[in-house]
């Protein structure tokens, strides 16, 4: 079975600090995934990866960024947490379809890590 | 922009009844779309996945249907059982630059009782 494993599954942080969520998959995909999850706005991806040392922005980048040093492993970084990085956040991970420009389907979740920014 | 829509407002239904969840989306053509649940407190997980030129697709008490021009997906659970009881997300891939993503609507929630 494949698995996508969080650092922490709750986590409490004050306003200014610097948080680190790790994710690792033991499946050798290319593609990881970060994404948040609030009430009523479903999934909404931050950064992605296709390859190691390999990002790309999703739909709600401002306030982190991304680290992926080796293909397991896909780190999330709040440079300076804020009130409103308070949310689930999920990694997933995925393999990429040769020949289709890095085109993916089935995404594995980990179990997510609630953030609560005070 | 492109849009996915579900239903917000929880399904109740009746044990051993047929549960259909919709999915509809506006502003693009996706290639394939996806079925996840998602219990609470956890990570979604994967059902079934559909391409653009399926029309169905099952899975033991699990039904997708896939219409292109209506631009909606049907989810259904056949003899449905109180261990159904989940948020169900449908995503559809968007292309972006070349690398393809996922995009999630907001999820419906469905409550079976006995």
């Known amino acids: 079975d494949v698995k996508v494993t969080q650092s922490s599954r709750y986590l409490v942080k004050r306003t200014g600090e610097k948080v680190f969520l790790e994710c690792v998959q033991d499946m050798d995909h290319e593609n990881m995934f970060w994404y948040r999850q609030d009430p009523g706005l479903g999934l909404r991806l931050i950064y992605f990866?296709?390859?190691?040392?390999?990002?790309e922005k999703g739909d709600i980048p401002e306030g982190y960024s991304v680290s992926r040093e080796k293909k397991e492993r896909f780190s999330l970084i709040l440079e300076s947490a804020s009130t409103n990085q308070t949310s689930m956040y999920l990694c997933?991970?995925?393999?990429?379809?040769?020949?289709?420009?890095?085109?993916?389907?089935?995404?594995?979740f980990g179990p997510g890590t609630r953030l609560l920014v005070l | 922009s492109q849009k996915i829509e579900q239903n917000s407002e929880a399904l109740n239904i009746q044990e051993g009844k047929t549960a259909t969840l919709t999915c509809n989306y506006t502003?693009?053509?996706?290639?394939?779309l996806q079925w996840y649940r998602q219990d609470p407190g956890r990570g979604p997980v994967f059902l079934l996945l559909i391409r653009e030129n399926e029309k169905e697709k099952r899975k033991e008490r699990l039904k997708v249907t896939f219409d292109t021009t209506l631009k909606q997906s049907l989810f259904h659970i056949t003899a449905s059982q109180p261990a159904d009881s989940a948020t169900y997300l449908c995503a559809l891939d968007s292309p972006r630059g070349g690398y393809n993503k996922l995009i999630f609507g907001a999820g419906t929630r469905l409550a079976v009782h006995p």
């Open positions: 990866s296709y390859d190691v040392k390999m990002k």
């Open positions: 502003n693009y053509s996706p290639a394939y």
């Open positions: 997933a991970s995925s393999f990429a379809l040769p020949g289709w420009g890095g085109v993916q389907e089935t995404q594995y």
